[in-house]
């Protein structure tokens, strides 16, 4: 099984809808992100969690929300998805090393909004 | 904001050559890291280099670090069809979060 896992891998769905993508891990990890891929943008950062009460806004968390329900579950919300909004989601994890140290990437969520 | 810029965007080379992808970044970093990405799947961690040294290797990657000049290469030697992937250059700073780049596209012909 994968270390981190995210649900749906793929999801078509139309504007104004709510959506959720989760994510879970068995890396015992504290750290939690939540990064946008888009097409020769590479990965923005859109929320990231320390730990279960510690979560932070990222560069691009607009019309975004985030729960982390435990420590291996982080959630990513759309209240209201858009077109702009289709792309490619990772949920990634990391250890509590100083500074921030490698990042283990789920395999991603393919998300369309038409 | 992208703070790190790989060059080239894309790159063609053919199997056994070798490979160099760089990464320019603004600000100053605690550490380096290379990751890959195969297409439409999670990126796997490559290398991490920090602040303080100057090149790391691991297997057939080098990675090279110019702090005076804000920069990075990674070189992939006797390079394979298997290589083939996006790389991205990836720094973290005083933010307790990796920026990364927009990737260089690699593709290794047999």
């Known amino acids: 099984d994968a270390d981190v896992t995210q649900t749906p891998r793929n999801r078509i769905t139309k504007t104004g809808k709510r959506i959720m993508l989760e994510c879970s891990q068995t890396k015992g990890h504290d750290r939690m992100y939540w990064y946008r891929q888009d097409p020769g943008l590479g990965l923005r950062l859109i929320y990231y969690s320390f730990d279960v009460k510690d979560i932070n806004k990222g560069e691009i968390s607009d019309g975004y929300s985030v729960s982390r329900q435990a420590q291996a579950k982080f959630s990513l919300s759309l209240e209201s998805a858009i077109p702009n909004q289709t792309a490619l989601y990772f949920c990634a994890t990391s250890d509590n090393l100083v500074g921030t140290g490698e990042l283990f990437f789920g395999e991603g969520s393919r998300l369309t909004v038409l | 904001s992208q703070q790190g810029e790989e060059d080239p965007q894309a790159l063609s080379i053919q199997e056994g050559e070798n490979a160099t992808m760089n990464c320019s970044y603004k600000?100053?970093?605690?550490?380096l890291q290379w990751y890959r990405q195969n297409s439409g799947r999670g990126l796997v961690h490559l290398i991490l280099i920090r602040s303080n040294e100057r090149e790391k290797h691991s297997g057939r990657l080098r990675v090279t670090l110019d702090t005076s000049k804000k920069s990075s290469s990674l070189l992939i030697t006797a390079s394979r069809a298997a290589d083939t992937a996006s790389y991205f250059c990836a720094t973290s700073g005083s933010a307790r979060q990796l920026t990364f780049g927009s990737g260089t596209q690699l593709t290794v012909l047999p």
């Open positions: 600000t100053s970093i605690n550490n």
